[in-house]
């Protein structure tokens, strides 16, 4: 396997912090919550695979406190919105 198809396999916590449009603290609280699983290979690291079942898993969840993961309600959704459009 080449060297690109293994760095698309695996993320670092910047990268997940990227991928997740969120910082790297936050992402750190995620695995120390116990919701998002790394390896450690020189520097933590976390599958594709992992990153796209945590993903599917809390679909439609308000993660804002990992400790306190919640059902997104309707007033959080449309709050969201009005986020966007000011």
Aim: charged fraction near 35%.
């Amino acid at each position: 396997m080449g060297k690109k198809k293994m760095e698309e396999m695996l993320y670092t916590v910047k990268e997940v912090a990227e991928i997740l449009k969120t910082n790297t603290s936050y992402v750190y609280a995620l695995k120390r919550a116990g919701k998002l699983k790394f390896m450690k290979i020189g520097s933590l690291k976390c599958r594709r695979v992992t990153l796209e079942a945590f993903l599917e898993k809390y679909d439609g969840m308000d993660l804002s406190d990992p400790e306190n993961i919640t059902q997104l309600i309707k007033e959080d959704i449309e709050e969201t919105g009005k986020e966007r459009l000011a």
